[in-house]
């Protein structure tokens, strides 16, 4: 039976009485795309796996579950948030924490960080940079075919701003906590901005980190704009238990010479699906999409990546790894898109996955479409096991099989961490990987965040 | 009772899927003493050192290996390597991803562990890693890669002999380690092995050439030809190798039908 006319009715109620609840007090800028992206929605449904984006991924496991709140948080929610005490040693960061991606004290104004960069809250940019919100709000996220995207459009109430003036450079990346807590089953959705002007750098560490057991949904949406000779980059950790679904869209749209990186680090999850889009509006922009995820148990762990060369002399790359245990399944769908003009683009795509179980399954689906003539394009995927050879080397000097195992997936790993930019974090993702692959990284085991 | 050999080889059969590639080998080596296998390609060299580090490529079928007085077929790779094996690999593996540090301070204390010692302190482990390195003159940025990764084939040969420093072992196994290296890589090769031997350190060099013998001088020299010895002598049978090649040993072997002796002499 098709379980999601009554999530969709669910949903519409919530929609019908979204001005007296959910939606109160929401600014205009926000709440004049609301009613077509609901129909929107409604038009597209939940995707299923007729979806070709979705066609590893079965949604029913998240969505099919009844939640008994939708979130939409309230001044009291944020006091557990800020008893969470979130320290980071020797990683010199300026760190917040959100929890549920809701940035606390929302109604507050913004907050300028060292070097001129604004955090927020969605509802603060509003009233503080209606213009710069009306230019680039809900300009780069697409529907395309997906019910999720317009399904946030109309509902999500609030979440995370970030803006980079003119030549702001922070050096400093910033750290982003964000707690899922709560007392009941949620689902939950954030929308979030952010503008990095021309010439600007920002860097962005994005930790989920699940602290209390119930379910939760959470779908997420987050568009970002790279202005010329801009640098953006943004890692995710995520680290969540095996009742929780993430699905996160990100839109990155970049403008000449800028350069972005996304990196999406899933040691933990029971259904998470990470859309990334990156858009290539102007010439000699440099993007790339990294993603590495661990999953075992039931988890399902799908990485979705579109990149559009819309300009020419545009460098991208693509490169997710992944290692499936016991039941876990995951796919990879890559997508690299050369429009007519974009000459002389290079374009670069690799998935590579381990397998350690006869059950495990990993697909991966390639999709290359290319209208220009001058392009250099290539893409490979491999799904295999560990390299017996190898393993073979490291016991024959002593090491034991199962740390010889260890060290291998670690390495194969560590591929993916060494682009993470700054060394500092990319020790701190290092132990969180083996931490994981040793079995020591439980839900709410301190990890190398070292909350407290 | 107390054995003399350190290790104790007795007609041991192997074989890769079905088809037998030992046939039947003895071979015995006593502490401290080195020991040269020559033998045309395809003659089971290779296989012997798999047999003897536990890469399962090969079914032993019969026969029996005794290390130090212990039965060394029923022992996993690591544990070989623990009891103090090392093989010098004809092809090291490139393992990416997996640091040169992490990989010998993971192997130098699970060996350690195996003897009762403390962890090496990190002081201590550079300070070995340094005076290993420059013994086999390898350079420096090497070991602060992956393992093996881009090396050369040169590079490669070197540093597995920089393992065999780090690791010290009892029974060194040399599977063509000169093979692909020019005069003075294979001279500062060899000259590394004899600096790293301890007057009880025994040695097995498996190769196709006597050159490298003219460094790591044997006590033994045997011919390996379908899966068995077929000869033993001392150093001048490799002179002899070397000048007539391996036809006349083919045909000695051809034209009789007894099972090979290997006497010790
Ligand atoms: N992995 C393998 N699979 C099948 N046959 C093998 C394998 N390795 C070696 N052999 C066979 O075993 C025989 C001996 O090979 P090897 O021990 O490598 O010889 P050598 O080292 O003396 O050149 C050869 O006939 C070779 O083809
Ligand atoms: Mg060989």
Not at chain 1, 325 to 352: E, P, Y
């Amino acid at each position: 039976m098709d379980y999601r006319p009554e999530v969709i009715s669910r949903l519409t109620e919530l929609w019908e009485g979204k001005d007296a609840g959910v939606l109160q007090g929401s600014p205009d800028i926000y709440n004049r795309y609301r009613a077509e992206a609901f129909s929107e929605f409604l038009r597209l449904g939940i995707p299923d796996r007729k979806n070709e984006a979705y066609k590893y991924t079965n949604l029913e496991k998240s969505f099919g579950h009844r939640y008994e709140q939708y979130f939409s948080p309230k001044p009291d929610d944020f006091r557990e948030a800020e008893r969470f005490h979130c320290e980071v040693e020797d990683l010199d960061v300026w760190n917040m924490v959100l929890l549920n991606g809701f940035f606390p004290r929302g109604d507050e104004g913004l907050a300028m960080l060292p070097g001129g960069i604004w955090v927020g809250s969605m509802k603060a940019a509003a009233r503080q940079f209606p213009s710069l919100v009306e230019k680039h709000y809900n300009k780069y996220a697409r529907n395309e075919n997906d019910g999720l995207v317009p399904l946030n459009t109309a509902l999500a109430s609030d979440g995370l701003f970030l803006y980079a003036p003119k030549n702001t450079v922070y050096t400093k990346p910033i750290q982003i906590v964000n707690l899922l807590h709560s007392t009941q089953d949620i689902f939950t959705q954030d929308r979030n901005l952010v503008v990095v002007e021309d010439g600007a750098q920002m860097s962005l560490l994005v930790c989920d980190h699940a602290i209390s057991p119930q379910h939760y949904l959470t779908n997420t949406v987050t568009e970002v704009y790279v202005g010329c000779n801009a640098r953006f980059e943004i890692i995710r950790v995520q680290n969540q238990h095996n009742d929780s679904g993430k699905i996160t869209h990100t839109f990155i749209h970049q403008e000449r010479d800028s350069f972005a990186s996304s990196n999406n680090i899933t040691l933990h999850g029971g259904l998470v699906r990470n859309a990334t889009w990156h858009r290539l509006n102007g010439e000699n922009a440099e993007t790339h999409s990294y993603g590495l995820f661990l999953a075992d148990k039931q988890q399902h762990i799908a990485n979705f990546v579109k990149v559009d060369h819309a300009a020419p002399n545009c460098n991208s790359t693509q490169l997710f790894k992944g290692v499936l245990d016991d039941n876990a399944s995951g796919a990879f769908n890559g997508r690299i898109m050369v429009h007519k003009d974009a000459q002389k683009t290079n374009a670069f795509q690799s998935s590579n996955s381990i397998i350690l179980s006869d059950t495990a399954r990993m697909d991966t689906k390639p999709q290359l479409e290319i209208y220009a003539d001058d392009v250099k394009c290539s893409h490979g995927a491999t799904v295999g096991q560990l390299d017996e050879n190898a393993l073979f080397y490291l016991r024959s000097r002593g090491i034991d099989a199962k740390e010889a195992k260890l060290m291998l997936m670690f390495g194969f790993a560590h591929d993916v961490i060494k682009n993470i930019p700054i060394e500092a974090l990319r020790e701190r993702i290092d132990n969180l990987v083996l931490m994981r692959l040793r079995g020591e990284l439980s839900r709410c085991a301190s990890c190398a965040i070292q909350c407290n | 009772m107390q054995t003399e050999f350190l290790i104790q080889i007795k007609d041991l059969k192997a074989s890769i899927d079905n088809k037998e590639i030992l046939k039947g080998l003895t071979l015995e080596v006593k502490p401290g003493e080195i020991h040269a296998i020559m033998g045309p390609n395809g003659s089971g060299k290779s296989t012997l050192a798999n047999v003897l580090t536990g890469r399962e490529i090969a079914t032993v079928t019969s026969g029996t290996v005794t290390f130090e007085g212990k039965n060394l077929l029923e022992m996993s790779p690591e544990e070989r390597a623990r009891e103090g094996i090392f093989l010098s690999f004809q092809y090291p593996i490139e393992i990416p991803g997996v640091s040169m540090v992490n990989f010998m301070k993971t192997a130098i204390n699970e060996q350690r562990k195996h003897r009762g010692l403390e962890p090496l302190s990190a002081s201590e482990f550079l300070r070995q890693m340094r005076e290993k390195k420059e013994l086999v003159e390898i350079d420096s940025a090497l070991t602060n890669r992956s393992v093996n990764e881009g090396f050369s084939g040169g590079e490669k040969k070197k540093n597995e002999i920089f393992q065999m420093a780090m690791l010290e072992p009892r029974l060194a196994l040399l599977d063509e380690t000169d093979s692909g290296l020019d005069i003075d890589a294979l001279r500062i090769v060899a000259n590394g092995v004899n600096k790293i031997r301890r007057p009880d350190t025994s040695v097995i060099v498996i190769t196709h050439y006597q050159r490298l013998l003219d460094y790591i001088v044997p006590d033994f020299v045997h011919v390996l030809y379908d899966g068995r010895i077929v000869k033993s002598g001392g150093p001048e049978l490799a002179l002899k190798l070397e000048e007539r090649g391996y036809d006349w040993i083919r045909k000695e072997a051809e034209v009789s039908e007894e099972t090979w002796t290997t006497d010790r002499k």
